[in-house]
T-cell receptor, first 111, second 117 residues
């Protein structure tokens, strides 16, 4: 089955850029998502990208997709303390709504 | 945006008892809701897909007699953990898809922390 891998932790200094990476095995994934989970809150959809796109930018967020290497990344520019959370990548095929999840990357912000 | 609530947010129960978790879409109708289980430092695991008015579809390895799912209305799905054991302790998250909205997006509840003593 599909395997989605993420590093468990990422530590960056406030004001720097954060790059959270995700690799996957199933090349048939059509939609690729980034979710943010803050303590006590539900998962929040940050952004998503279609498999026919290479890049998507939304304010401080930039998503890059390398289909050849099956690699997805989320870049957060000018990282703030409010960005502290766990970030999940998730993939979906075209035929159903079920998502395959990575384990999540905990973003730690250093002052 | 669309809001999904879960109740309770935290529950502690004795081994052998049953626990019901509610998932509600507050401002939209959800024909389909999903139940996930999250283990520490592990990814979300889809347990079942809940369809309004019909039986839930369970993922392989999930015991349907242990995790009872009822989706009786377009805004409510319930997950009942029957005869709970300590290994059922986990974080349970539901999500809902807006029947009249963007089918790419699932809206997630805040989760329910279940601790079985």
């Amino acid at each position: 089955g599909e395997d989605v891998e993420q590093s468990l932790f990422l530590s960056v200094r406030e004001g720097d850029s954060s790059v959270i990476n995700c690799t996957y095995t199933d090349s048939s994934s059509t939609y690729l998502y980034w979710y943010k989970q803050e303590p006590g809150a539900g998962l929040q959809l940050l952004t998503y990208i279609f498999s026919n796109m290479d890049m998507k930018q939304d304010q401080r967020l930039t998503v890059l997709l390398n289909k050849k290497d099956k690699h997805l990344s989320l870049r957060i520019a000018d990282t703030q303390t409010g960005d502290s959370a766990i970030y999940f990548c998730a993939l979906r095929g075209d035929s159903n709504y079920q998502l395959i999840w990575g384990a999540g990357t905990k973003l730690i912000i250093k002052p | 945006g669309a809001v999904v609530s879960q109740h309770p947010s935290r529950v502690i129960c004795k081994s052998g008892t049953s626990v019901k978790i509610e998932c509600r879409s507050l401002d939209f109708q959800a024909t389909t809701m999903f139940w996930y289980r999250q283990f520490p430092k592990q990814s979300l695991m889809l347990m079942a897909t809940s369809n309004e008015g019909s039986k839930a579809t369970y993922e392989q390895g999930v015991e349907k007699d242990k995790f009872l799912i009822n989706h009786a209305s377009l805004t409510l799905s319930t997950l009942t953990v029957t005869s709970a054991h300590p290994e059922d302790s986990s974080f349970y998250i539901c999500s809902a898809r807006d029947s009249g909205g963007n089918y790419n997006e699932q809206f997630f509840g805040p989760g329910t922390r279940l601790t079985v003593l």
